[in-house]
Structures are given as structure tokens and as C-alpha cells.
């Protein structure tokens, strides 16, 4: 049975349609206006993610300039520390480092353990004698830096002088055994004011400061503020010389999304209206049909009706001849939007108003409606207003007869959708301009799976790995890693992929490009393997190899510069003690000089003056030889064979080899070559044998042995005798020093082993003695 007319069933199907459509349209403008809100939140978020880092950057710039000064002054103090593990000059030393690097609020000596020295004094005294290899709350810590060999950065902790600090520890070594520490201690106020958090942060920002108790295991913090670290925008970076971590975070994390709100409203405002003027538009058909088939005697009426609807409509229409296209009537809504009068459309037609490129698509698609092809068509094009402006429409063509039957006109409505074409067009030209941001950019944009094979990569991947975007996808990404970094990349991928969404910045690695060089690079990942959009992680690397390099080669400068200075403040310590040795000499036999009459006693002093001018002249003498070891940077260096200079100083000591009657006895094979100096390498061999030589045991046939293999990666050559030997208990630590003599021999100086370790070590080798007294002495060198 089917639905009468005016019946409830005939009355809900007119309205059901235009009710859906107005639904789904309000729904769909707020789908689209909440989904471009959202792409704008996610770019304020992502400026002020890009600020937090560059602030947090300048945090950690601070943070390490003052972690730098601390090494510089442990490590100063650890100079002060001589052979016999005695502090020299403390008291001298330490106020002019604190005057230096005015970071540091103390110093401290901590031999084996237990604080004995302390600046300034008076208001540390009460640390005197605390061992803090015994206090469980301390011990930890010192024992870390004391394993890894390298200075640990405690705390921070409350003193017992009182206060919170973090103290600095580096462990010193004498003749590779555990000294003590060299400390410094840095408040934690004085730590934070360096760092300038407070100047940072202003009133946008939060800064929250951590580390892990090393008793509890458990997270500290030591800023008091309200920083959530879990739902605000934040982020971190951690000091690993310290195990400390700093977060940085929105002091009101809400503001960005308030200003949200009012355009929230607004967009359900203009969804809702136009889902209204949807309905309105699509309950018109319905009213259309109602007055067609109302009754004869009502046409005029309907006609009527008909006429009001057609020119107060909301949208634009049209009843157009469809063999020539030309306008036989035209609504108010139209003539509104063409901006032409009702008399000069008259004498128009459709192609009057249409972009060319419009046209011919047009023309066929009225074409295949006049011909039956078709009932119906819509399409979007673009209208020529009267004053040469162009909007964007959407034409709906209707014929205004029935299916099977044929006819000359047909109605066409016309919407104005210029405001949407142009917010497609702005979110499609914001999409290319992030996807050129992305291609073009120095840093390398990567997506990849857990096992490491990407999936996509920016084409600047090719700048920095030298692989094409083709080539990428067969190489796994962990095997580029430098084995010695994988570890570190590892740690950071297992973060990322225990916290999704979140970036996880890395420390920097070294990576393999196509031509096989390492690269140093940065990176950050984020585990984007939930969002169906990615389904990867996304990675992104900067090349920082001219950074790094920089680095490496001022550490490298600042080592040598360090280096130099102990040889210095050693050198000073013996030119002041030899020379003021020597002018006391002088002294006192020029005051004898001065007070006898007698002229046998006056010569005899003069020659006294002799001999002490003398050995005055072989001080200077041998000062100038170390001096020069010491400052000469341009040394000729070059790949040189042990056998060839073995045989030049056995051939120049042939005479005193065959007069004593000693035994060379060689097995150094023939590639041994090492880079050395020639003139230096001549010296050294010359030394040793000349040694061997010299103290030989008497009652027994000297014999040498010299002995060249591979240490490892290294050459090490290995000098034995059978001589008088050295007490290493009573002259261990004095071997190598200058003036330094084990024998009642009368020629011996006590400089040619000091000369010779400066020149072993200005090549970067090293050199060590094993010696029993009366069983004879071996010398090794280390070359590098």
C-alpha cells in the first residue's frame, strides 16, 4: 500500500531527507573546522616545544661551562700532588683558582679518602678528618668516580659545614694506584644561578632540577615549584657526569588552549547554521513537488508560491534553455552573486560567466543530459562575476521533465563555495610547505620499523649517509652505527618504544656513510608505532661532524695545554732549586773571599768559584736541553726502523763494547717501524746502552739483550742487562727524575734518563723500569 497523500508516512519521507542532509552537513563543517583547529594547536605546540629546546640548550651550555671550570681547578690541584704523594703549595694555589673561577664556593684534598686540606678554611674547618669512603650516604658516589677513572659530579647533598651542594670529585692516580681525590664544591644555588634558570624562565617558563638518591633509588627533586612533569609540554636533558636531569615545563601549560575555545564556539555556530540552511535548501524540492502536483485549481496559487520560492531562495537559481544553454530566469540570489541584472542575463547564457577552462566540461555534461546520457549532474567550476572577479560555485542541474520523456529546460541552483575552496587550498599548501620543509631541510627526516630497516627518509638523507631514498630501505639503519655507539642507540630506541609519542633525544653517535667515513650525528625518536597515519618510528638526524671535530681537537689542545703546564710547574721547581743550590754556593765562598787577607786562602776560593761556575754552566747546560724537548711543537716525525738506528749506536760504541768485552745479544725483527724523531730516537738508544756500558757488574761478562715485539697494537722495545741494578724500593720514584743518582760512580749527573723519558713522551710513548740490585735492569719502551 502505498503512502497517501498528507498522510504521516508521505509527510516523513519529505522531511527525513532535508533533516539528514542538514545533520550531516553540520557535522561535516565541524568535523572540518575541529580538524584545522586542531592542526593549528598542534603548531603553537610544536614553536613552543622549538623555544623549551632552545632555552634548555642554553641551560646545558651554562651547566657545562661550569662543570668544565670545576675540572680545570680538581685537575690544577691535582698537579700540586708530587711523586711521593705530597701536596705542594696549597695554600698558594687554591685562593687564586677561587679568585679564577669564582663558580666555586671551595676546594678540597682528600687523601685515600679522608679530607685534609680544605680553602677557605674557616668556614669548612669542621670537614677536617671526615672520611667519606666510610659514610654511606657518600661512599657510593666516590667509589663511581674512583671505577670510571674520570671526575663525578655528587649530590647535590646537604654539607656538614651546612648548605646544599654538588661536589665535584676527581680521582689521582700516583704510579697507577689510588691517591685520593682532588674536590671542589659548588652550591647548589651558586650551580643553579650559573645555569641562569632563573633569567630563563621568566614568566612563561618552570624549570624543575633531579637525580636519583644513590641510597634510595628513588628520583629527588630540588626545586620548589608545581611542575608536572607527566601532563605538561616539557622537556629534559641530563648530565651524565652527574647523573643529574633538568626538566623545563609551561608555567600555565592551559594558556595556548584557551584561545581555542571562542573559535570552537564559533565553528559549532557555523556548522550549525549551515546544516540549517542545508535543510532549508533541501526541503525546497519537497515544496517544489508539492505544488506541482497540488490541485488544477490551485495552479495560480502554486505558481505564486513557486515564484516566491524561486527568487527568496537562499542559494542561487537558474531555469536554463538546454540546447543553447541560454538564461530564460534567474532568482535574486543569483543576480546577487554574478553581480548582472535580470535584463542582462537575459540576453546571456551560461558560457558568459564561466571561466574558459570551465567550458567544455560544461557543454558536454549538458550535452549528455539533453541527449538522456544523463538525469542529473553537479560539479564545482568557477563563476566570472560582472566585475572580473571569480568564485567558486557548485552547479546542480536538474531537467525539468520527467525520466523517458524529452524537454528544452532545465533548473540549475548555484552555491557560493569560494570560502571553502579557499580553506582547502590553505591546508593544501600547508601540507607542501611541511612536506618541502621536511625534503629540503639539513636535518633527516626517517621513518623505520623496531628492527631498524626504514620505511621513508627525506631526501637530504643522501647529504648526510651519501645513499639514495632507494638505497636507504636495503640497509638496516643499526648496521651504519660505529659498533663502540651502537650500545648508546640501543638505550635510546628501547625509551622511545617504552614511551610512545614521546621525542627522546640521544647522545651523539657515529655513523657510516656510503663512502665509508664516520659521521657524527644527533638524533631524536619518537615512537610513533600506534598512530595508523606513521605506523613507524620517525627519526630525526643532524650532521654535527664539524661540531664534534671542533670538540675533539680544543679537548685534545686543552689536554696538551694541561700537559705542558705540569712539565712547567715542574721544570720551575727545579730551576729554583738547582740555581738557588748553586747561588748559595757562590754566595758563601765570595763572603769567605771578602773576609781573609790571606792570598793562598784567596786563591783557593777563587778556585771553589771555578768549579761551582762550572757545574752552574752543565745546570744551565742541561736546563736548556730539557727546555727544548719540552717546547719544541715542530719535531719532524717519520715511520723509522729500530734496526737501522740499532746498528748506527752499536757501530758508534763499538770501541767501548769490544774494550769491556759485553755480549750484544739482538731479536728485533725487521718490520718493527715506529714514528719517532730521528735525532730523539739516536739519544734514546744511545742512553740506554751507554748506561749498561757504564754500570756494568764488574766480577761478571757483561751481556745485553734487546728485544723488539707487539704489545697489543703497539711496538715495545725491551733493553736487559746484567749490571750493578737499582733499589726500586728506595728509587722507584726518583728513576726518572732530574739530578737523580743511584751509585757512588763519580760521572754520573742524574740527567741522561730524565732527558731521555721527556723524549720518549714529547712521541707520545711511555717508558718503565724493572730492576734487583745486583741482578741487572730492564728498560721498555712503549712507542705509539
Given amino acids: 500500500m502505498s503512502p497517501t497523500k498528507g498522510s504521516i508516512t508521505s509527510n516523513y519521507f519529505r522531511l527525513s531527507r532535508p533533516i539528514l542532509a542538514g545533520i550531516f552537513s553540520c557535522v561535516f563543517l565541524f568535523l572540518l573546522g575541529s580538524y584545522l583547529l586542531y592542526q593549528r594547536y598542534q603548531i603553537i605546540r610544536e614553536s613552543v616545544e622549538r623555544d623549551m629546546i632552545n632555552v634548555m640548550n642554553r641551560v646545558e651550555q651554562n651547566i657545562n661551562s661550569s662543570l668544565k671550570d670545576s675540572y680545570s681547578v680538581a685537575l690544577s690541584m691535582g698537579l700540586l700532588i708530587n711523586d711521593n704523594g705530597e701536596i705542594i703549595g696549597f695554600e698558594e694555589t687554591a685562593p687564586s683558582l677561587l679568585q679564577q673561577f669564582p663558580v666555586i664556593d671551595a676546594i678540597q684534598m682528600v687523601p685515600g679518602g679522608v679530607i685534609q686540606k680544605v680553602f677557605p678554611y674557616e668556614e669548612n674547618k669542621t670537614v677536617i678528618g671526615y672520611d667519606i669512603l666510610t659514610d654511606s650516604k657518600t661512599i657510593d658516589e666516590a667509589l663511581k668516580a674512583i671505577e670510571t677513572r674520570k671526575m663525578y659530579f655528587a649530590g647535590p647533598m646537604p654539607l656538614k659545614q651546612g648548605g646544599t651542594a654538588v661536589v665535584g670529585r676527581l680521582p689521582v692516580f700516583k704510579n697507577n694506584k689510588f691517591w685520593g681525590f682532588s674536590a671542589v664544591i659548588i652550591k647548589l644555588e651558586s650551580l643553579l644561578e650559573q645555569a641562569q634558570l632563573k633569567e630563563l624562565s621568566g614568566d612563561k617558563y618552570i624549570f624543575?632540577?633531579?637525580?636519583?638518591?644513590?641510597?634510595?633509588?628513588?628520583?629527588?627533586?630540588?626545586?620548589?615549584?608545581?611542575?608536572?612533569?607527566?601532563?605538561?609540554?616539557?622537556?629534559?636533558?641530563?648530565?651524565?657526569?652527574?647523573?643529574?636531569?633538568?626538566?623545563?615545563?609551561?608555567?600555565?601549560?592551559?594558556?595556548?588552549?584557551?584561545?581555542?575555545?571562542?573559535?570552537?564556539?564559533?565553528?559549532?555556530?557555523?556548522?550549525?547554521?549551515?546544516?540549517?540552511?542545508?535543510?532549508?535548501?533541501?526541503?525546497?524540492?519537497?515544496?517544489?513537488?508539492?505544488?506541482?502536483?497540488?490541485?488544477?485549481?490551485?495552479?495560480?496559487?502554486?505558481?505564486?508560491k513557486f515564484r516566491t520560492i524561486f527568487n527568496q531562495a537562499a542559494i542561487g537559481m537558474v531555469r536554463v534553455e538546454t540546447a543553447t544553454g541560454r538564461f530564460l530566469e534567474t532568482n535574486r540570489r543569483f543576480r546577487e552573486l554574478s553581480g548582472y541584472s535580470d535584463e542582462e542575463l537575459n540576453s546571456m547564457d551560461f558560457r558568459d560567466v564561466s571561466h574558459p577552462s570551465d567550458v567544455d566540461n560544461n557543454t558536454s555534461l549538458m550535452r549528455q543530459l539533453l541527449d538522456g546520457e544523463i538525469h542529473e549532474y553537479s560539479l564545482e567550476k568557477r563563476l566570472i562575476q560582472k566585475g572580473g572577479n571569480v568564485v567558486w560555485i557548485t552547479l546542480s542541474v536538474s531537467p525539468l521533465w520527467k525520466r523517458g520523456f524529452s524537454g528544452n529546460t532545465h533548473i540549475a541552483t548555484i552555491e557560493d563555495i569560494t570560502k571553502r575552496v579557499a580553506a582547502q587550498e590553505e591546508l593544501t599548501h600547508k601540507e607542501k610547505r611541511y612536506r618541502a620543509l621536511v625534503e629540503n631541510g639539513a636535518e633527516v627526516v626517517t621513518i623505520f620499523s623496531k628492527e631498524g630497516w626504514t620505511l621513508y627518509s627525506s631526501p637530504s638523507v643522501e647529504k648526510l649517509s651519501g645513499y639514495s631514498e632507494t638505497e636507504i630501505k636495503s640497509v638496516n639503519l643499526q648496521s651504519l652505527v660505529y659498533p663502540d655507539d651502537l650500545k648508546i642507540f640501543q638505550q635510546q630506541m628501547q625509551a622511545a618504544i617504552q614511551n610512545p609519542k614521546r621525542p627522546i633525544p640521544g647522545e651523539p653517535i657515529r655513523l657510516m656513510n656510503k663512502a665509508g667515513e664516520w659521521r657524527w650525528a644527533e638524533s631524536t625518536?619518537?615512537?610513533?608505532?600506534?598512530?595508523?597515519?606513521?605506523?613507524?618510528?620517525?627519526?630525526?638526524?643532524?650532521?654535527?661532524?664539524?661540531?664534534?671535530?671542533?670538540?675533539?681537537?680544543?679537548?685534545?689542545?686543552?689536554?696538551?695545554?694541561?700537559?705542558?703546564?705540569?712539565?712547567?710547574?715542574?721544570?720551575?721547581?727545579?730551576?729554583?732549586?738547582?740555581?738557588?743550590?748553586?747561588?748559595?754556593?757562590?754566595?758563601?765562598?765570595?763572603?769567605?773571599?771578602?773576609?781573609?787577607?790571606?792570598?793562598?786562602?784567596?786563591?783557593?776560593?777563587?778556585?771553589?768559584?771555578?768549579?761551582?761556575?762550572?757545574?752552574?754552566?752543565?745546570?744551565?747546560?742541561?736546563?736548556?736541553?730539557?727546555?727544548?724537548?719540552?717546547?719544541?711543537?715542530?719535531?719532524?716525525?717519520?715511520?723509522?726502523?729500530?734496526?737501522?738506528?740499532?746498528?748506527?749506536?752499536?757501530?758508534?760504541?763499538?770501541?767501548?763494547?769490544?774494550?769491556?768485552?759485553?755480549?750484544?745479544?739482538?731479536?728485533?725483527?725487521?718490520?718493527?717501524?715506529?714514528?719517532?724523531?730521528?735525532?730523539?730516537?739516536?739519544?734514546?738508544?744511545?742512553?740506554?746502552?751507554?748506561?749498561?756500558?757504564?754500570?756494568?757488574?764488574?766480577?761478571?761478562?757483561?751481556?745485553?739483550?734487546?728485544?723488539?715485539?707487539?704489545?697489543?697494537?703497539?711496538?715495545?722495545?725491551?733493553?736487559?742487562?746484567?749490571?750493578?741494578?737499582?733499589?726500586?724500593?728506595?728509587?722507584?720514584?726518583?728513576?726518572?727524575?732530574?739530578?737523580?743518582?743511584?751509585?757512588?760512580?763519580?760521572?754520573?749527573?742524574?740527567?741522561?734518563?730524565?732527558?731521555?723519558?721527556?723524549?720518549?713522551?714529547?712521541?707520545?710513548?711511555?717508558?718503565?723500569?724493572?730492576?734487583?740490585?745486583?741482578?741487572?735492569?730492564?728498560?721498555?719502551?712503549?712507542?705509539?
Fill in 208 to 304: 624543575q632540577f633531579s637525580k636519583e638518591n644513590a641510597v634510595t633509588k628513588k628520583e629527588e627533586f630540588f626545586l620548589k615549584n608545581d611542575l608536572d612533569i607527566e601532563y605538561n609540554i616539557s622537556e629534559s636533558i641530563i648530565f651524565p657526569d652527574g647523573d643529574w636531569e633538568i626538566y623545563i615545563g609551561l608555567k600555565d601549560p592551559k594558556s595556548s588552549f584557551y584561545e581555542f575555545i571562542p573559535l570552537a564556539f564559533f565553528i559549532l555556530f557555523i556548522a550549525s547554521w549551515l546544516g540549517w540552511m542545508v535543510f532549508i535548501l533541501f526541503k525546497q524540492p519537497a515544496r517544489l513537488q508539492k505544488l506541482v502536483n497540488s490541485q488544477a485549481g490551485e495552479l495560480a496559487n502554486s505558481e505564486l
Fill in 525 to 784: 625518536i619518537t615512537n610513533l608505532l600506534d598512530d595508523p597515519n606513521i605506523d613507524g618510528i620517525v627519526g630525526n638526524f643532524r650532521d654535527i661532524s664539524d661540531k664534534k671535530e671542533a670538540e675533539i681537537n680544543l679537548n685534545r689542545s686543552y689536554q696538551t695545554v694541561m700537559e705542558q703546564n705540569r712539565r712547567l710547574l715542574n721544570f720551575s721547581y727545579i730551576v729554583s732549586h738547582n740555581l738557588r743550590s748553586h747561588s748559595s754556593n757562590i754566595q758563601a765562598i765570595l763572603s769567605l773571599y771578602n773576609t781573609t787577607i790571606l792570598e793562598d786562602e784567596k786563591n783557593n776560593y777563587i778556585g771553589l768559584l771555578s768549579k761551582v761556575g762550572g757545574a752552574l754552566n752543565h745546570t744551565l747546560n742541561d736546563l736548556n736541553e730539557v727546555v727544548s724537548i719540552s717546547t719544541n711543537l715542530d719535531l719532524t716525525i717519520e715511520p723509522l726502523q729500530i734496526n737501522d738506528f740499532l746498528d748506527k749506536t752499536i757501530d758508534l760504541l763499538e770501541l767501548q763494547i769490544n774494550e769491556k768485552g759485553a755480549i750484544i745479544k739482538r731479536d728485533v725483527p725487521n718490520e718493527m717501524m715506529v714514528k719517532f724523531n730521528p735525532a730523539y730516537l739516536e739519544s734514546v738508544l744511545l742512553n740506554f746502552l751507554t748506561n749498561a756500558i757504564r754500570y756494568r757488574e764488574q766480577k761478571r761478562k757483561l751481556v745485553i739483550s734487546i728485544v723488539g715485539y707487539k704489545d697489543t697494537e703497539n711496538w715495545v722495545l725491551e733493553i736487559k742487562d746484567n749490571g750493578v741494578g737499582i733499589d726500586l724500593e728506595r728509587h722507584g720514584d726518583k728513576i726518572f727524575g732530574l739530578y737523580k743518582t743511584f751509585t757512588q760512580r763519580p760521572n754520573s749527573r742524574g740527567v741522561g734518563l730524565f732527558i731521555t723519558r721527556n723524549q720518549i713522551e714529547a712521541m707520545g710513548g711511555s717508558v718503565g723500569v724493572e730492576s734487583k740490585v745486583g741482578a741487572g735492569t730492564v728498560f721498555k719502551i712503549h712507542f705509539k
